[in-house]
C-alpha cells in the first residue's frame, strides 16, 4: 500500500504560478510511476503529467506541456508539479497518483493510488 498527501493547492491571479507537492508513505522502496491529474466541475479527471520511477522520462498533457512541470526526489519521497502561466482553465482539484507499473502512463486506470487532492484556483 503506497498513501500520498498533495499540498500546495491555493489561489493564485492569471500569470502566476504554483508548486504542487506529492509526500508517498508506505511501500514506497517498490518502484513507482507517478502521475498527476486534475478534475474540474461536472468534467471526468484528465491527465496532467506523468513521471518514470527514475525520474528520466517525463510526459504532458498538451494542455499544460511548455508550461507544467513534473519532477521527483526519490531520496524523499517527493514528487512535484511546478505550473508557471496558469491560466482560468487550470482551475481544478489537482491528484496525484502512483502506478506500480515500469513505464510512465496517461490513463486513470493504469495508476494504483491516489491521493485526496488539493484544489488550485487562477481567477482571471
Known amino acids: 500500500q503506497v498513501q500520498l498527501v498533495e499540498s500546495g493547492g491555493g489561489l493564485v491571479q492569471a500569470g502566476g504560478s504554483l508548486r504542487l507537492s506529492c509526500a508517498a508513505s508506505?511501500?514506497?522502496?517498490?518502484?513507482?510511476?507517478m502521475g498527476w491529474f486534475r478534475q474540474a466541475p461536472g468534467k471526468e479527471r484528465e491527465f496532467v503529467a506523468g513521471?518514470?520511477?527514475?525520474?528520466?522520462?517525463?510526459i504532458y498533457a498538451d494542455s499544460v506541456k511548455g508550461r507544467f512541470t513534473i519532477s521527483r526526489d526519490n531520496a524523499k519521497n517527493m514528487v512535484y508539479l511546478q505550473m508557471n502561466s496558469l491560466k482560468p482553465e487550470d482551475t481544478a482539484v489537482y491528484y496525484c497518483?502512483?502506478?506500480?507499473?515500469?513505464?510512465?502512463?496517461?490513463?486513470?486506470?493504469?495508476?494504483?493510488?491516489w491521493g485526496q487532492g488539493t484544489q488550485v484556483t487562477v481567477s482571471s
Open positions: 513521471i518514470s520511477w527514475s525520474g528520466g522520462i517525463t
Open positions: 497518483a502512483a502506478s506500480s507499473g515500469s513505464r510512465w502512463y496517461r490513463e486513470v486506470y493504469e495508476y494504483d493510488y
Open positions: 508506505g511501500r514506497t522502496s517498490s518502484s513507482y510511476a
